[in-house]
C-alpha cells in the first residue's frame, strides 16, 4: 500500500488549495478513503470521508469550505479546500479507512 499526499503549501486566509493523493499497490476503488489533519502540537483530527460509491461526510468545521472527492480509474484522491482559516494549518493525510494506513502528509500552512 503507498499513498503519496501533495498539494500543500502556504496560503492567505480566504485562499484555496486543492489536495491529491495517490494510491498504489491495492483496488483504490474498493475502499473508503479518509483525509486526517494534524496540528502543530495537536492530535490527529479526522476531516473527511468518501465511501466506494462517492457518498461523502464532513467534520463541522469544514463543512461549506472543504470538498472531497475520488477519481477511481486514475487512483486519486482529492480535497479542495476554500475559505482556508489559519485553524486550518495543519499536515494533511489520506488514508484509508479499513486499517488507517496513511501517507506521509502534506503541510497547509494558512498566514497572512
Known amino acids: 500500500v503507498q499513498l503519496v499526499e501533495s498539494g500543500g503549501g502556504q496560503v492567505q486566509p480566504g485562499g484555496s488549495l486543492r489536495l491529491s493523493c495517490v494510491a498504489s499497490?491495492?483496488?483504490?476503488?474498493?475502499?473508503?478513503m479518509q483525509w486526517v489533519r494534524q496540528a502543530p502540537g495537536k492530535g490527529l483530527e479526522w476531516v473527511s470521508r468518501?465511501?466506494?460509491?462517492?457518498?461523502?461526510t464532513y467534520a463541522d468545521f469544514v463543512k461549506g469550505r472543504f470538498t472531497i472527492s475520488r477519481d477511481n480509474a486514475n487512483n486519486t484522491l482529492y480535497l479542495q479546500m476554500n475559505s482556508l482559516k489559519p485553524e486550518d494549518t495543519a499536515a494533511y493525510y489520506c488514508e484509508r479507512v479499513v486499517d488507517n494506513e496513511r501517507g506521509q502528509g502534506t503541510q497547509v500552512i494558512v498566514s497572512s
Open positions: 468518501i465511501g466506494r460509491k462517492g457518498t461523502t
Open positions: 499497490g491495492f483496488s483504490f476503488s474498493r475502499y473508503d
